[in-house]
């Protein structure tokens, strides 16, 4: 199932770029969207800003939630324990998908009370 290659070689750089990629586009929409929004009124750049915030603490709980996966997922491997790698992986996903649903339903009540 899972086979080692030697011939390929990773380098930090070839493993880093595309997190670097992913983080830099994220920052630069976020900037840009604030540098949109500034056109047209001081509390819409308030508002963008907290709703930033929210944004911001989701991905953080989600790359939380993945990193673990990860990190269990290569101790399994590790351990020649192929069987639960899919087990772990499946419940990582629906991990992902409860707490978006419940941060979800949060934010549609916080947004109808106030």
Not at 21 to 29: E, G, K, R, S
Not at 38 to 47: G, H
Not at 50 to 60: A, D, H, L, P, S
Not at 87 to 108: C, D, T, V
Request: with cysteine.
């Amino acid at each position: 199932m899972f086979q080692k290659n030697t011939n390929e070689e990773f380098s930090l750089f070839g493993i880093t770029w595309p997190l670097f990629l992913d983080l830099a586009l994220h920052t630069l929409t976020l900037s840009l969207n604030l540098l949109l929004v500034s056109k047209v009124s001081l509390d819409a750049v308030a508002e963008l800003t907290v709703g930033n915030q929210v944004f911001e603490f989701c991905m953080i709980v989600f790359n939380f939630i993945g990193v673990g996966v990860c990190v269990v997922t290569a101790q399994s491997l590790g351990a020649k324990k192929l069987n639960d790698v899919t087990n772990i992986a499946h419940i990582g996903i629906l991990s992902n998908i409860i707490i978006a649903i419940l941060i979800g339903i949060f934010i549609f009540v916080l947004m109808n009370i106030f």
